[in-house]
């Protein structure tokens, strides 16, 4: 199992800055990169709609509580891209390096953020399946859970149980 490291402290020992922008700027992905890392520089194609300096990983202000977390994350990413993984498989295995964090209660909270939840996640709730997951996707950011409402196949029952059970930033 993976050791629990200061994911700020790696941040440093790599030379990169994080950068906490207005989370309505940067709210249609929440964290990305573009660094240099074992001489490849690594960047997500969302790069290419902002301006971000070599050896930064941008952030929303919102996600600040959960700093940690969240930067665990990118720091695995761009590991595993630099192995050679592409875009979605490195994210989604840094999704599942995540599991050191399990049953830390902010981890546990932001796991329930509507804009990333995972989809395996929110399918082990009986009653949300995988085409109500890639709806809800789709039509991200919300920036109020009451916005869920407008996705297709979401009546009031089963809105109730998503404020029930996912939040917003």
Not at 93 to 101: C, N, Q, Y
Not at 136 to 162: A, S, T
């Given at each position: 199992m993976e050791e629990k490291l200061d994911p700020r402290k790696?941040?440093?020992?790599?030379?990169?800055?994080?950068v906490y922008k207005p989370h309505e700027d940067v709210a249609d992905h929440l964290a990305f990169y573009k660094v240099k890392y074992k001489g490849k520089e690594i960047a997500p194609p969302i790069v290419e709609k902002y301006n971000i300096p070599l050896n930064e990983i941008w952030m929303?202000?919102?996600?600040k509580p959960y700093e940690k977390f969240i930067?665990?994350?990118?720091?695995?990413?761009?590991?595993?891209?630099?192995?050679g993984y592409g875009v979605k498989e490195?994210?989604?295995k840094a999704s599942e390096d995540e599991k050191?964090?399990?049953?830390e209660p902010?981890?546990?909270?932001?796991?329930?953020?509507?804009?990333?939840?995972?989809?395996e996640f929110f399918t082990e709730l009986n009653g949300f399946g995988e085409?109500?997951?890639?709806?809800?996707?789709?039509?991200?950011?919300?920036?109020?859970?009451?916005e869920v409402k407008e996705v297709e196949?979401?009546?009031?029952?089963?809105?109730?149980r998503l404020k029930e059970n996912f939040w917003t930033l």
């Amino acid at each position: 199992m993976e050791e629990k490291l200061d994911p700020r402290k790696e941040l440093e020992r790599l030379g990169y800055d994080l950068v906490y922008k207005p989370h309505e700027d940067v709210a249609d992905h929440l964290a990305f990169y573009k660094v240099k890392y074992k001489g490849k520089e690594i960047a997500p194609p969302i790069v290419e709609k902002y301006n971000i300096p070599l050896n930064e990983i941008w952030m929303s202000k919102k996600l600040k509580p959960y700093e940690k977390f969240i930067l665990h994350h990118e720091l695995q990413e761009i590991k595993y891209r630099a192995e050679g993984y592409g875009v979605k498989e490195a994210h989604k295995k840094a999704s599942e390096d995540e599991k050191v964090w399990r049953g830390e209660p902010k981890y546990e909270k932001l796991r329930r953020e509507i804009n990333l939840v995972s989809e395996e996640f929110f399918t082990e709730l009986n009653g949300f399946g995988e085409t109500l997951y890639k709806r809800i996707v789709k039509n991200r950011p919300y920036f109020d859970i009451e916005e869920v409402k407008e996705v297709e196949g979401i009546g009031p029952k089963r809105f109730q149980r998503l404020k029930e059970n996912f939040w917003t930033l």
